[in-house]
């Protein structure tokens, strides 16, 4: 297969299900009606929703053609690769996604390490601090990815009414 991983950002295809759609066919992929499924159920979620693999296959599993667990491992792996979607791993190695919305929307993660739940937040201090480190050293930045281990508000709510 004639695939190939995104060297740098104008590589990557952004929340657009054309143009990711575009993308597949011209990198070699098929665009099966799974993979236009998947990529319709990202581009319709509300900005800061992260999905694993078996939750999407939840979301999906009882609409016709059904979509295995299977294709949609490998589905948010490719799409990931190509840089439509991020994967993040928040906690215990399991990978969550969500739409790669790039420049325009950039946000790091606060996880809280009880219920596991992300919370988005923005800083361009933090996206500053990472373009001059990579600069330093020079590195080009193609995702930052922040993630802040903590306990949310309601977990300590919980802890101290136990």
């Not at 325009?104 to 996880?111: A, C, D, G, M, Y």
Request: aromatic letters at 6%; glycine letters at 6%; proline letters at 6%.
């Amino acid at each position: 297969m004639p695939h190939s991983k995104p060297s740098s950002r104008k590589d990557v295809v952004l929340a657009d299900p054309q143009g990711a759609t575009h993308d597949l066919r011209s990198r070699g992929y098929r665009v099966t009606p799974q993979r236009e499924r998947i990529l319709r159920e990202f581009t319709d979620l509300p900005a800061g929703t992260h999905l694993s693999a078996e939750e999407l296959h939840q979301r999906l599993v009882q609409e016709e053609p059904p979509i295995s667990l299977a294709t949609a491992y490998r589905t948010l792996k490719l799409l990931a690769s190509l840089g439509v979607l991020r994967e993040l791993d928040f906690a215990e190695g399991h990978k969550h996604y969500e739409l790669n919305r790039g420049a325009t929307e950039p946000h790091q993660h606060l996880v809280c390490v009880e219920c596991y739940t992300p919370i988005e937040f923005t800083g361009a201090d933090v996206e500053e601090a990472a373009h001059q480190v990579a600069k330093r050293y020079g590195f080009e930045v193609l995702d930052i990815q922040l993630k802040i281990h903590g306990i949310c508000a309601n977990c300590q709510a919980k802890a101290t009414v136990q």
